[in-house]
């Protein structure tokens, strides 16, 4: 396999600009649809998103607890 390309990562990272297609491609991307390098940093992108809520959600509720 070969890997994802320059032109092919810059038009990527512009799909990664726009809201809602933004979480498709990723989720499309995490379910094996393209190159193996990209099914991969979309795997690692989800993981750290659901991170990410994670810590907001947990935040959320601390801050709500203590008030």
């Given at each position: 396999m070969e890997p994802?390309?320059?032109?092919?990562?810059f038009g990527l990272f512009l799909l990664f600009l726009i809201p809602v297609v933004n979480i498709i491609v990723f989720l499309l991307g995490a379910c094996g649809v393209g190159k193996r390098s990209f099914v991969n940093?979309?795997?690692a992108a989800l993981l750290w998103m659901l991170i990410g809520v994670g810590i907001v959600l947990i935040y959320g509720f601390?801050?709500?607890a203590f008030e």
């Open positions: 994802v390309g320059f032109w092919e990562w940093y979309c795997r601390l801050s709500g």
